[in-house]
């Protein structure tokens, strides 16, 4: 391969190196370039000299400013590059260049299952949730006998899933923040593609008792539906019988998954959840624009789509705002924004602690660079709502989830919502979540070549100019529609990877 770097805007002042080797000091690219210095791959050059105190321009946007003289043909690591401040909250335009409606896309169906409560699941799973760790290792026992001894008489259902967590006791159940694990375990014992309801297990005397998480407050019977069981209870005496139970109300509600078919249903019932997880700095040019392209092919379809992580989306608020569809949602916007400031302050840290130790090596200098990166996943459309912490969105189009950017974190909490993931990632994840399937998009082609087994989609071939954008966008939007219908596995399904829940719990612990 010659010399190549990328150069995503014309006022950009740096660009990546797309070579997997990097390149040697001494290397010219076919502009007259040339390199002072080796620059590993996706690591960014100086193209023209950058004086001390000039802003490090990429995407359009500063995302820094040099700390010293920057030759051209220079290495800008991130020591070189001193943070900005984060845009001004109280500053920012409202609504003032809300997009116009793209053509619709009609006629693209997939084959999910219809739920009593009107959603749409990609999958036909058992849930076992749980009010209280204590009660998680008898769940997860449960979970086994289940799995080899009764799940083989359904072969209509796809699998169990114990949804087990750290909350439910010793926490200020009513102090404030408790709302936001409390609303997404909600949301999770009825999720799509549990057929709407979960059994759960309680322990008794934990603080989140099960009425909190119940449609109907009123407990119903042990063997009755939704089939809570409460290990407490005085009629089950040991061990035995309270995995008994487990396993009765399990076989019961399997009666009624096994019944669940496939049916077509329009595009438009997806909901699909983005997420950036070992960013590096190909994410922003090839993973997440394509992703991007493929947000917009399922809008103009009619579907819902979540872009999350509010420490990578903060840096970039200022292209956001402008693309609400009113006034209220921007300033919703700015809401989550703000919240999330004070939250982070409240624990003596700010954003500039978001980028890893992996991120960096990929060749992202700060939190700025990836945050301008990380909302090219958003699309081009208008952001039609904005839901906060574990609350389930019910608006169609473009809509801002809040979530912290942890993966785990972040993944939980648009579960509340979502009955597809779609995750990019430069350094490589074996990420999965059991209840969605987990579409895994690679920035780099060296990537995919390495993890042949776990990566679902090779974005790198953009750098490279082996494909477009579009056609990349177009390859997602396809394999979405084919994952949601079951016939085609996402690796992370394929190898049973999935990671435990992590609900986001900013309240207090007692």
Not at 311 to 323: F, G, K, N
Not at 380 to 405: N, W
Request: with cysteine; charged share 20%.
């Amino acid at each position: 391969m010659p010399p190549r770097y990328v150069r995503v805007h014309p006022r950009d002042n740096v660009a990546i190196i797309v070579n997997p080797e990097g390149l040697p000091a001494g290397t010219r690219f076919s502009d007259g370039l040339v390199l002072r210095e080796f620059l590993p791959q996706a690591h960014k050059v100086a193209l023209r000299d950058i004086e001390e105190g000039e802003a490090v321009i990429r995407y359009g946007h500063p995302i820094g400013y040099a700390t010293r003289r920057l030759a051209a043909g220079s290495w800008v690591r991130e020591e070189l590059v001193q943070l900005p401040p984060p845009p001004p909250l109280d500053e920012l335009p409202l609504a003032t260049a809300t997009p116009p409606p793209l053509p619709p896309l009609e006629g693209w169906t997939f084959e999910g299952y219809r739920n009593a409560d009107g959603s749409v699941g990609t999958k036909n799973l058992l849930g076992i949730a749980t009010t209280v760790q204590c009660v998680a290792p008898t769940v997860e026992y449960a979970v086994r006998r289940i799995q080899n001894e009764i799940l083989p008489r359904y072969p209509n259902v796809d699998g169990v899933v114990a949804l087990t967590h750290l909350y439910g006791c010793g926490v200020a159940i009513e102090a404030p923040g408790a709302e936001i694990p409390i609303r997404t375990l909600r949301h999770l014992c009825r999720h799509p593609n549990l057929g709407g309801d979960a059994l759960l297990v309680s322990l008794g005397c934990e603080k989140l008792q099960p009425e909190r998480l119940l449609a109907d407050p009123r407990l119903p019977l042990l063997d009755a539906p939704p089939y809570v069981i409460r290990l407490q209870d005085a009629e089950l005496r040991g061990f035995g019988d309270m995995v008994a139970a487990i396993l009765r109300a399990a076989e019961k509600r399997l009666e009624e998954l096994n019944a669940r078919r496939r049916v077509p249903c329009p595009a438009s019932e997806l909901v699909v959840g983005l997420q950036c997880g070992g960013s590096d700095a190909f994410s922003g040019v090839t993973a997440n624009p394509a992703v991007g392209y493929a947000a917009d092919l399922l809008v103009r379809a009619g579907a819902t789509v979540l872009f999350s992580e509010v420490t990578e989306v903060r840096d970039a608020i200022h292209l956001l705002t402008p693309r609400a569809i009113n006034e209220q949602v921007a300033r919703d916007l700015i809401r989550e924004m703000r919240w999330y400031d004070e939250y982070l302050a409240r624990g003596g840290a700010d954003r500039s602690a978001n980028p890893t130790p992996g991120n960096k090596r990929g060749g992202l200098v700060n939190v700025v660079e990836k945050a301008l990166g990380s909302v090219a996943k958003a699309g081009t459309t208008a952001i039609m709502a904005v839901a906060t912490h574990g609350e389930r969105v019910r608006a169609k189009g473009l809509v801002f989830a809040a979530t912290p950017a942890s993966d785990f974190i972040c993944g939980t909490t648009q579960l509340a919502s979502m009955n597809l993931h779609v995750f990019t990632t430069g350094e490589g994840s074996p990420y999965g979540l059991a209840l969605v399937p987990v579409i895994k998009v690679s920035s780099r082609t060296a990537l995919a070549e390495r993890w042949p087994d776990l990566i679902d989609l090779d974005a790198g071939r953009i750098a490279t100019g082996e494909a477009t954008i579009e056609q990349v966008g177009w390859d997602l939007f396809r394999l979405i529609l084919e994952v949601a219908s079951g016939r085609k596995k996402t690796w992370a399904d394929h190898w049973g990877l999935h990671n435990a829940l992590a609900l986001f719990n900013p309240a207090p612990v007692t």
